[in-house]
Nanobody, 121 residues
Framework: EVQLVESGGASVQVGGSLRLSCAGSGFTFGDYAIGWFRQAPGKEREGIACLSRKDGSTYYEDSVKGRFTLSSDSAKNTVFLEMVNLKPEDSAVYTC??????????????WGEGTLVTVSS
């Protein structure tokens, strides 16, 4: 059974940093594209970062580019999302997802439950 478990969400102040983790089980990370999505209250879910299955390339949504960084630990089947210089508009539930495609489609195959990030001024 494929499972994804996020952790690391917290309340931080503007300009702060967090590292989110996405631990997977039941599959090998290298065989899946891993994406991070977020959904703020009253807004649609948006994809913000993707670790490609094809060649390990990373892709970021413009609003997080330069502030968020993906990394992975294949031995632990875990993907990390390092977030720095956080802004109030980054507040959302962050969810990781896995898909057998090379990249990260909007409707990924498997989803975690999410972890809450709150950024206050």
């Amino acid at each position: 059974e494929v499972q994804l478990v996020e952790s690391g969400g917290a309340s931080v102040q503007v300009g702060g940093s967090l590292r989110l983790s996405c631990a997977g089980s039941g599959f090998t990370f290298g065989d899946y594209a891993i994406g991070w999505f977020r959904q703020a209250p009253g807004k649609e879910r948006e994809g913000i970062a993707c670790l490609s299955r094809k060649d390990g390339s990373t892709y970021y949504e413009d609003s997080v580019k330069g502030r968020f960084t993906l990394s992975s630990d294949s031995a632990k089947n875990t993907v990390f999302l390092e977030m720095v210089n956080l802004k109030p508009e980054d507040s959302a539930v962050y969810t990781c997802a896995a898909d057998r495609s090379f990249y990260c489609p909007r409707n990924m195959d498997y989803w975690g439950e999410g972890t809450l990030v709150t950024v206050s001024s």
